[in-house]
């Protein structure tokens, strides 16, 4: 497959060669304090159908998974190349859209002049003064830059002078590429320099993705040489491991033939240090003996006599020799004490974080007893309260039970005096008929309304 050039196939835009020496800069200062540096890229890309765009193939994406991706790793301590579209979503941004913080925000008056002072309820913008001081710390310390796209042209030239930038630091950079890259895309050769007319038919695009397969190769090629020298120095430092387990083994199996088993599975500071003071008590056993006897300061004083130059040179180096034994011996019984020192320092550490732990242990279990007194007086208290609200509810049942005999009594005197009612009501319209008829005197009748009345008052 022929390779793709760049330069033919997208004409660089402007601004990306300042963009590139900003990139490497960034790379170099970041490379040169031991950070590693990620590059991270976000959002979508656009694609003009024209030379003089007025149209385009648009791929959408928000661009929150690369700015969420971009604090992760800055709070993990790597240097943040973030390679984003232009108005997509912001690292330590995007959760505060304009419209939220527009209504929070209120401006406040400043003592000094020129300084523009605003307030907000912690309430109304929670995290909001965490993500902006994450955000600050990163821009002091130097480890964000952000570097902003459009065109799919765009991204492509930033997105090779962001690989070449980041190449010099091998295997402490990164590709985090979670842009929403075109998979079309119309050559320059064949783009019309005007608006397309819908009279010429369907469009013809390009399928962008095979082209891509050259880049492609070229990061696997880059990726394998790093892949191959993690694996050597991977094989190197498990030799070193080997090496260093077999000589353990060896010096402990020599400490167990000289029947210093005791120390034989201590650390090798402190089997230094153990024979660095058996050596000092055998030397001064040797002190305490006759190193010359009274033959050998004879021939010592006969040898002085002879040859006076080299008996003193001998002596010199004998004296020599007995002041780096004697040095020896006593840094060995200073290491011996620091030992000593050290666990007794050890032990008296141990202890006290024992004796914390006690107490606090203690504590605790004095504040669980609390707690289980309080629950056993909740719990009684709630029993007697459960006990009232019982015997009220008893009470008012009973009240309920008496107002429904009350409204049953009294339900049955009113249909009573209903019937009572429909009785007179039958006497009066009997006189009326009767009045009709001529058998009663008026008189009567009014008798018989008053004595009706008088009935329905007594009821």
């Known amino acids: ?111 000094h002049s020129g300084l523009l002072c605003l307030e907000a309820e912690e309430k109304a913008l929670p995290g909001f003064a965490a993500a902006l001081r994450s955000y600050q710390e990163a821009a002091v310390a130097g480890t964000f830059l952000a570097v902003e796209f459009t065109t799919l042209a765009d991204y492509l030239h930033l997105l090779q002078a962001a690989a070449l930038a980041l190449s010099p630091l091998g295997s402490s950079a990164m590709f985090y590429l979670a842009a929403a890259v075109s998979d079309f895309y119309v050559p320059v050769s064949e783009m019309p320099e005007h608006k397309i007319q819908s009279s010429g038919g369907p469009l013809q695009v390009e399928n962008y993705a095979n082209r891509v397969c050259n880049l492609t190769e070229k990061r696997e090629k880059f990726s394998h040489g790093y892949e191959k020298k993690n694996e050597q120095l991977r094989h190197e430092f498990k030799v070193l491991q080997l090496k260093q387990e077999a000589q353990l083994k060896e010096v402990e199996e020599m400490l167990y033939q000289e029947g210093l088993s005791e120390i034989a599975m201590s650390s090798p500071s402190e089997q230094i240090a153990y024979l660095l003071v058996e050596r000092s008590t055998l030397l001064r056993k040797l002190e305490l003996m006759d190193p010359e006897p009274e033959s050998q300061r004879c021939m010592s004083s006969k040898l002085q006599k002879e040859f006076p130059q080299s008996y003193s040179k001998d002596l010199e180096t004998d004296k020599t020799s007995q002041n780096s034994l004697e040095s020896d011996v006593e840094q060995a019984a200073k290491t011996g004490m620091a030992h000593e020192e050290i666990r007794r320092l050890t032990d008296e550490v141990k202890e006290k974080e024992q004796s914390k732990l006690d107490s606090a242990l203690q504590m ?47 339900d049955s005197e009113k249909k009573m005096l209903e019937e009572e009612v429909e009785r007179l009501k039958g006497e009066i319209h009997e006189s009326q008929e009767n009045e009709q008829v001529g058998n009663h005197s008026p008189g009567k009748i009014v008798g018989t309304q008053q004595k009706v009345q008088s009935q329905i008052r007594r009821k």
Not at 396 to 405: H, P, Q, S, W, Y
Request: net charge positive; glycine share 6%.
């Open 1 to 111: 497959m022929a390779e793709v050039d760049l330069a033919a196939e997208f004409p660089q835009p402007a601004g990306v060669a300042r963009w590139a020496e900003v990139m490497a800069r960034f790379a170099a200062r970041l490379g040169a304090q031991g950070r590693r540096v990620v590059l991270v890229t976000s959002g979508g890309t656009k694609v003009p159908l024209e030379a003089r765009p007025v149209r385009f193939l648009d791929n959408f994406s928000s661009g929150r998974r690369g700015a969420t991706s971009a604090e992760a790793f800055l709070a993990a301590g790597y240097g943040v190349l973030f390679l984003c579209r232009a108005r997509s979503a912001f690292p330590f941004a995007h959760r505060f859209p304009p419209q939220t913080w527009l209504s929070a925000l209120r401006p406040t008056d400043s003592a």
């Open 364 to 410: 605790a279990q004095l504040e669980i007893e609390k707690l289980k007194e309080n629950l056993i007086k909740l719990k009684e208290n709630d029993s007697v309260d459960l006990q009232k609200a019982k015997e009220h509810n008893q009470r008012l049942n009973e009240e309920i039970l008496a107002l429904r005999n009350r409204v049953r009594s009294l």
